[in-house]
């Protein structure tokens, strides 16, 4: 593996950086909206899915509530 400079390493990493699309302030906004929303879904639906296998297991099991 080649070494590099630790002077040579931070010009490399200044490029790349330079280089990155970095997201609008608008985008970023939207995103973490969208990321809420399909948490809380996600979060909905596991929780519903968690109640059914609860209700069948205590019928299979005779547990009755």
């Known amino acids: 593996m080649a070494r590099i400079s630790p002077i040579e390493f931070v010009q490399q990493v200044r490029r790349e950086v330079a280089r990155v699309t ?22 909905v639906f596991f929780f519903a899915v968690d109640q059914v296998l609860s209700v069948a297991v205590r019928a299979v099991l005779g547990l009755g509530g």
Do not use: D, N, Y
């Not at 970095?22 to 979060?43: G, H, K, N, Q, Y």
């Open 22 to 43: 970095w997201p609008s302030r608008r985008e970023t906004a939207v995103t973490t909206v969208m990321v809420f929303i399909f948490v809380a879904l996600a979060a």
